[in-house]
């Protein structure tokens, strides 16, 4: 009565293995092509159908199902703004005038209102960037504009855009083509300082734009060639003192925005600029009209002669 052990194999006897062996193939059964559900078909009755779309529309309504909108919006980016908000008006003399007198006065006054308006503007900047001070960002100002000119001189357009706004980029390259720039930032002749705030909203109330006016006076040199190498303004070797009202702006809302020059202020009681000295034509020696054409006839007839004694 002892079992056989869990792995063994039943017997077959030896004639029907043989059997099996030598027995042909069958073919195996034809594929069977079974329909599969793979999508439901939208079905709409026919009380449906016979609805008019006023009564459809009541109908969604009361399911409160979104209606779609008929009209497309396309959503769009201002990365700056057009022009400068309320730009700061320097006062005359860089408001050197004694308060004693009238027009002293009036700069007292007038300094006092945009002073209250730059409050005003700078709670709005700080509730946005809690990290900005206007004692830290006039040096962080002058960085960007150090660089902004030096990537200008050097044709670095990829960080130029970095650096100025899509407004101020056009002014800063327009009339540089096949001209070399040469600029340096010699000192600051006095720290610079921020003396103006403006925030202001576009659209819609929650695209804030900051924009700051910090005045710099610096001194620089600035010299331009034109494609034939010729000096047309200033001097690699003279610096000049040089006092700017420069506007930076920031897109607030975006917490990845950067504070980007975007202007400058030029008041109205500034010098005039020293005149573009344009290359028009390379001067020569002045000649005799009547001596220039017998020179002409003569070198004329000597061609004729030439080419009569080269003919066969």
Known sequence: NARPPVNARPCVP??????????????????????????????????????????????????????????????????????????????????????????????RVEKLKQTAASQLALRKVKDHDPDFSTKTFPEKAQEIFIEAHNCLANFNKQKLHSLVTERCYPDMVRGNRYKTIRWSFVESLEPPRVVHIRCNSIVNPSNLYGQVTVRMHTRQTLAIYDRFGRLMYGGEQVPKDVLEYVVFERYLVNPYGTWRMHGKIVPEWAPPKDPIIKTVMIPGPTLDPSQEVKENKYETSEQVQRQQYEQP
């Open 14 to 107: 030896f004639p029907q293995a043989l059997g099996s062996a030598l027995r042909p193939p069958r073919a195996a059964p034809p594929c069977l092509a079974v329909p599969v559900r793979t999508k439901r078909r939208l079905f709409v009755p026919e009380w449906a159908r016979e609805l008019s779309p006023e009564q459809k529309e009541r109908r969604m309504r009361a399911a409160a199902r979104a209606l779609p909108e008929d009209r497309v919006e396309r959503a769009f980016f201002l990365a700056c703004t057009a022009d400068i908000i309320d730009p700061y008006v320097p006062p005359e003399g860089d408001a050197r005038m004694t308060s004693l007198s009238k027009d002293g006065l009036k700069q």
